[in-house]
């Protein structure tokens, strides 16, 4: 499939079967992690935690099941009314959609060059979320759940996530066999505004 092709297949998948990736796929994601562009080609800069331990993805959801309890930071955060969807009724929230596969992807804190950071775990992420995409799997960001442990730090548990020293989880992607088949979709280039200089 060629990469335009490709595009028409890359979504925000929201619901996943319990069916673990195969060793096969996650080493093609995490290849396609490897192969991402990186500033000044410092891939030391960067790591990736691939966590299978659902006991793990529960204990860093409890500041995200919190923040998505409270009506007020949400609706701040949506910039108007909050509307109820259905994993607020659920007994528990679970930010990761019941993936079974979360890779974090953590850098290095930088006083060289800061903000290069998030141009490049933003690099290896779509690469990941395009690979995924290639081998009919779903994926979605994870941001929501990192935020959430930055605002509530007595939620933090990146702990578990066992990092390098000097090193910060700044995104993730949730990745694994989609409830209902990805389907293409037509593509348009009008969702972002354009100037021309």
Request: aromatic content about 10%; hydrophobic content about 40%; glycine content about 4%.
């Amino acid at each position: 499939m060629d990469y335009f092709e490709l595009l028409r297949y890359r979504k925000s998948t929201r619901r996943y079967t319990d069916e673990q990736l195969s060793p096969e796929d996650l080493s093609a994601i995490l290849l396609a992690a490897n192969a991402a562009p990186v500033g000044s080609n410092m891939y030391k800069d960067l790591h990736l935690t691939v966590v299978q331990d659902r006991s793990v993805l529960d204990q860093l959801s409890v500041a995200a099941a919190k923040r998505w309890a409270d009506q007020s930071k949400m609706k701040e955060i949506w910039g108007g009314e909050y509307k109820p969807v259905e994993e607020q009724a659920k007994k528990v929230y679970d930010p990761f959609h019941g993936a079974p596969t979360v890779i974090f992807v953590s850098h290095r804190q930088q006083d060289v060059q800061p903000g290069i950071e998030f141009s490049n775990v933003a690099c290896v992420a779509y690469s990941m979320h395009l690979a995924a995409a290639a081998l009919k799997l779903g994926s979605v960001f994870m941001w929501f759940v990192l935020e959430c442990m930055r605002d509530m730090p007595e939620f933090d548990r990146t702990d578990l996530l066992n990092l390098p020293d000097h090193f910060e989880p700044l995104i993730g992607i949730a990745v694994g066999h989609p409830a209902t088949p990805v389907l293409p979709r037509e593509r348009t280039a009008n969702k972002m505004s354009v100037n021309y200089v």
